[in-house]
């Protein structure tokens, strides 16, 4: 079984950015870039918020330059998913796809969260071209044009609230006949000229020759008085929840009721010593690719830290 001082597990901008900090610490970290090389960021059409880029770039080349900085510092990069994990003493062992064990002194999951889809093979269609699972990384570009956004909680409220300083109107798409929202949430959406929530309605899929043009709905799916109908709009906005990639380190890592890895609230670390959990597999909260990079910073640091008082 080969051993490493810092393993890394996954490869968006907190990944990357722990490989950078770890190897300047001599390190010397392994980092498996996982089921999606770059993160989620990969399939964000355009960022311009994130510092030291003036000019927007597409998420997939923003990546591509993180990692070819990671490369600089020579980091050991490898291709490959985790399939099991063993955290019940130190050093911790994992399996990988490729064959390939490793005992690893000090860890930094950096696994993100997946955005929650409806299961329409039309969002595949038109991701990055109308479809969008993040307002605050996209709102932007549909300023003075009409969107909607699916979902009816906290997050599907503020998302609708954000994209009304933006857009021209905003269609907040709920299955229910109610929005499960906070109040004060509540009463903001309905007090909002812009928004117009749709009660007890489902989409059934989106249309558009290039690009998205609009979408297919359902009232009352199932019911006596079920009405279809086409609703056209610019941009689709997918607000139901993010499902942290944790799964597989659950049986040893603390995660709150939805996944998310917790932390002890000032660094980095988790329940197990030498562990430690950056980028959105951590945090439930902001989900944006600076947040994201700075988190591995610290993640790196801890480690360092925690591989010199093993020494010590």
């Given amino acids: 079984m080969e051993k490493v001082r810092c393993l890394i597990i996954g490869s968006g901008p907190a990944g990357y950015t722990a490989a950078i900090y770890a190897s300047r610490a001599n390190l010397q970290p392994v980092l498996y870039e996982g089921i999606q090389p770059g993160g989620q960021l990969t399939i964000t059409d355009i960022v311009e918020n994130f510092p030291s880029h003036p000019e927007e ?14 490369e600089k510092f020579h980091v050991d990069i490898r291709t490959g998913i985790c399939k099991k994990t063993d955290l019940s003493s130190h050093p911790y062992k994992f399996w990988f796809d490729d064959e390939t064990a490793i005992m690893a002194d000090s860890v930094i999951i950096a696994t993100g969260a997946s955005a929650k889809f409806l299961g329409l093979e039309d969002e595949k269609k038109y991701m990055g071209q109308g479809v969008s699972a993040c307002a605050t990384c996209d709102g932007f570009f549909y300023r003075k044009k009409i969107v909607a956004v699916v979902g009816g909680g906290d997050t599907a409220c503020g998302e609708a609230l954000y994209l009304s300083s933006l857009a021209s109107k905003v269609y907040m798409i709920v299955r229910k006949p109610y929005l499960r929202a906070s109040k004060v949430l509540q009463e903001r959406v309905f007090n909002n000229k812009k928004i117009e929530v749709l009660f007890e309605t489902n989409t059934e899929g989106l249309y ?78 902001y989900r944006q690719a600076v947040i994201a990079a700075g988190s591995g910073c610290k993640a790196a640091m801890d480690a360092e830290k925690f591989l010199f008082s093993l020494n010590n």
């Fill in 208 to 285: 558009g020759e290039n690009g998205l043009e609009g979408i297919h709905l359902v009232n009352k799916r199932g019911e006596k008085d079920e009405k279809k109908y086409d609703l056209a709009i610019d941009g689709f906005f997918l607000a139901i929840g993010h499902s942290p990639n944790s799964e597989i380190f659950k049986p040893w890592i603390k995660t709150d009721d939805s996944g998310f890895i917790l932390t002890d609230g000032v660094t980095t670390q988790t329940n197990i010593p030498g562990v430690f959990a950056a980028g959105d597999v951590a945090d439930s909260k």
């Fill in 57 to 70: 770039i597409s998420g997939f080349d923003l990546m591509e330059l993180m990692r070819q900085q990671v």
